[in-house]
């Protein structure tokens, strides 16, 4: 079998989001060529493996590539998030980033999609089918998998599991559904909300379901952070008061009890304080709707589930036998520790903004074809790791406040940034009396909170 050749400037190890994104602004900021490998028969990464009830947590305006919208910009007309902006589905998802590689990336001439292959190092390529070997040479190597992004379907159990115990992801939910009366969730992140939130879309009796969630959540309220003129001066207002929150707070707890009374962060259950913060949104009504489970148990991750009885880390509690568990304990995004962004011929795709996977990934590539010195870009270009914890909203928060700052200070990014419809949409009329008070108040208090913030997490 004879060894294929390519030559190209990039050569993207992932055809998932940020891969996808950051080939998108390449094409429209350069005239580079591309070579794509995967080891999936289709783009989108994680989104080919999700649950089918799967919907993006920010509204869609701020997901996916530069060069065209996810979704048709309209404001949902029903279910919990009625009145705010869309949420695509994950079946959307899926098909947009399809449809981006099939339509924009082959058509262009400039993209070379190589599906069904692993990308073994060294510019070496062997398909997953044939065994077929691809040499590439190419100018830069960008790893778009560095997050190693975890999804229940492809996150078995990390516990065990007796004889007679039915344990699913949350993929095979409304294949099984119909055929149990008691649903136990386990875990506590989006993906146990998705999953409790679909159970009762689909009739389940709150009283049905067993929740054990090791630990809460402190969940961002979706309603703050909608794009668009229709919403500008509510979410600059949002904006003012959260930043405002930041600014006065005396200590860890005064500044989340302020933050929730800002209403910038919402927790189901008002009894338990959570202790996790990952970035996920919720609306007032869906954390209503997630407040009528009663039965949450809280005595740590699961040891073991048995047909009579499930062992926690911190107890036991009895367990009812024919009850379905539902797996939800896949993290998501990994946690592992900021590399630098640019390191000669390797790019490193990372989160630049806390949460703004998109975003991070196209501003990546237009830092790339802007700028010429590896030390300017990754200076522009400072990675954030993920949040886990309560006291990762300060570091989030207190990252974009400062490098923020810096993009200001960069009249092209600046530019870029203010032109790019990643970057948060429209602003509505900063003309108005009440925008131009709403952003006087926002830059007044920027400095007092960035500077707050910086104690409180030295602290």
Avoid at 84 to 101: I, K, P, R, T
Avoid at 287 to 303: M, Q
């Amino acid at each position: 079998m004879s060894l294929n050749r390519l030559s190209t400037d990039y050569l993207i190890i992932g055809a998932g989001a940020q891969g996808m994104i950051f080939a998108d602004q390449l094409l429209t900021d350069s005239d580079a060529s591309i070579v794509m490998v995967d080891r999936r028969h289709m783009p989108g990464g994680h989104w080919n493996d999700a649950y089918s009830f799967i919907r993006l947590h920010l509204p869609t305006a701020y997901y996916g590539a530069g060069s065209r919208k996810v979704g048709s910009d309209r404001l949902e007309e029903t279910g919990l998030n009625k009145g705010f902006h869309e949420q695509a589905s994950g079946a959307e998802v899926a098909s947009y980033f399809d449809s981006l590689m099939r339509q924009r990336f082959l058509t262009s001439g400039r993209v070379t999609y190589l599906p069904m292959s692993d990308y073994r190092g060294d510019g070496r390529i062997v398909s997953l089918v044939s065994g077929r070997e691809t040499q590439v040479t190419a100018r830069k190597v960008v790893d778009a998998t560095y997050f190693n992004t975890a999804v229940p379907a492809t996150h078995p159990p990390q516990f065990a599991v007796g004889e007679g115990v039915t344990v699913v992801p949350p993929n095979d939910l409304p294949r099984v559904a119909a055929d149990f009366e008691r649903y136990v969730i386990v875990g506590a992140g989006k993906t146990a909300m998705d999953t409790a939130i679909w159970l009762l879309a689909m009739g389940a009796e709150p009283d049905a379901i067993r929740w054990i969630a090791p630990r809460s959540m402190w969940a961002l309220n979706r309603e703050t952070l909608q794009p668009g003129d229709h919403f500008a001066l509510q979410t600059l207002d949002a904006q003012a008061r959260m930043l405002e929150a930041a600014g006065e707070a005396r200590d860890l707890e005064n500044l989340f009890d302020r933050l929730e009374a800002a209403d910038h962060l919402l927790r189901i259950d008002p009894d338990v304080r959570p202790t996790m913060y990952r970035g996920t949104t919720l609306t007032t009504a869906e954390a209503a709707a997630l407040r009528t489970i009663k039965d949450v148990i809280r005595l740590g991750r699961v040891e073991a589930i048995d047909i009579d009885r499930i062992t926690l880390s911190e107890g036991e509690v009895g367990a009812q036998p024919g009850a379905l568990y539902i797996n939800c304990t896949a993290k998501g995004l990994d946690s592992r520790p900021a590399v630098p962004v640019f390191n000669g011929t390797r790019i490193t795709l990372q989160m630049v903004r806390g949460g703004l996977v998109s975003l991070s990934a196209a501003l990546i590539a237009y830092v790339e074809t802007a700028y010429a010195d590896d030390a300017a870009k990754n200076d522009l270009c400072r990675p954030v790791v993920t949040a886990d914890t309560d006291r990762d909203w300060i570091r989030w928060n207190l990252h974009d406040l400062q490098i923020g700052a810096r993009w200001a200070g960069e009249g092209a990014l600046r530019q870029w940034m203010a032109g790019h419809r990643l970057a948060g949409g429209a602003a509505g009329d900063a003309s108005s009396d009440e925008a131009k008070a709403l952003g006087a108040r926002i830059r007044d208090v920027r400095p007092k909170a960035a500077q707050n913030l910086a104690r409180l997490w030295a602290g």
